[in-house]
């Protein structure tokens, strides 16, 4: 059998992790419909931790205790956890696809904030971008006729979490891929355990396996899409990331029957271009011979 190059490795786990991570988004809309969002949290989080455990041996318990900028890790965790909740609450009232329409914004809140947090500088070509996707976020909310509720307002805050975290990952390149997944699995593990009891009811033992199956599959997302990043170019999986919103769009109207609005198609289309204009130039950017 030929060998496949380690670009190509690359672009196909990407590939997967993404199509992990709408399975796993679809399995949590089906979840939360019910059971409380700090009881899927809550479960999700014991099994991933579970599946993560050999590795947290191997890495060692002490090491996970000993982490340059503790505040910026806490603020990570923080911004991590409201993010999950933000989204299983948007994900409960809303459509697959449109809840992840915002969350495909993110990139586009972290171009604007980066100039305020990392000190980069942002181009003419880098605000037409951020213009154009916030212009795209407009058209998927439709906000007409008081058609814009509460889950869309959850969903764009949690948007907005997303990015922070992403930010803050930026300054933690050097923290050890364990003990960020370690941290992040705990504190919604945490925060699930303070809420969970407020609207606990028992699952049924299919349930049980559900439950605990959005952890695993999280994990394996994770676990595709890190290697992923160290087999090929981050300017060359970005784009793929988008292939959610189609398994979103797929999955929707397999589970929940779910027809995308024409709106949300729109303005997901613009906030894609949007997405591409910023990350493309960096790729172009990194492969000029020095």
């Known amino acids: 059998m030929t060998r496949l190059s380690p670009i ?6 990407m590939l997967a992790g993404m199509f992990l991570f709408a399975s796993n988004d679809a399995l949590g809309k089906w979840l939360v419909s019910s059971y409380s969002v700090g009881q899927v949290l809550l479960i999700r989080s014991l099994a991933a931790l579970a599946i993560l455990l050999p590795f947290i041996m191997a890495f060692g318990w002490r090491r996970l205790f000993n982490l340059d900028r503790p505040g910026i890790q806490a ?9 999950v909740f933000c989204f299983y609450y948007a994900v409960r009232y809303m459509p697959l ?16 904030l980066a100039p305020i947090f990392l000190g980069e500088r942002v181009g003419p070509l880098r605000w037409c971008a951020i213009i154009l996707g916030f212009g795209g ?10 058609s814009l509720g509460w889950a869309s307002i959850i969903a764009i805050i949690g948007s907005l979490c997303f990015a922070l975290m992403m930010i803050t ?4 390149r050097g ?3 364990v003990a960020l997944v370690f941290w992040q699995l705990m504190g919604a593990g945490v925060a699930g355990f303070v809420v969970a009891p407020t609207g606990w009811i028992m699952p049924v033992p299919l349930d049980w396996g559900l439950l605990a199956l959005v952890g695993v599959v999280a994990m394996g997302a994770h676990i595709c899409v890190n290697r992923a990043m160290k087999l090929a170019d981050a300017g060359l999986l970005a784009p793929l990331q988008y292939t959610l919103l189609l398994w ?16 949300m198609l729109a303005g997901a289309g613009v906030i894609i271009v949007a997405g591409l204009i910023l990350v493309l130039p960096e790729r172009r950017a990194r492969a000029k011979p020095l």
């Open 169 to 172: 990952a930026r300054f933690l």
């Open 8 to 13: 190509t490795l690359g672009v196909l786990l």
């Open 75 to 83: 603020a990570r965790v923080f911004f991590s956890t409201a993010e």
């Open 175 to 177: 923290t050890p891929d």
């Open 97 to 112: 696809a449109d809840t992840m329409t915002f969350w495909l914004a993110a990139p586009i809140y972290v171009a604007l």
């Open 248 to 263: 979103a769009v797929i999955l929707g109207w397999m589970f929940f029957n779910d027809i995308p609005r024409s709106s």
């Open 137 to 146: 976020v407009v058209i998927a909310l439709e906000p007409t006729g008081g």
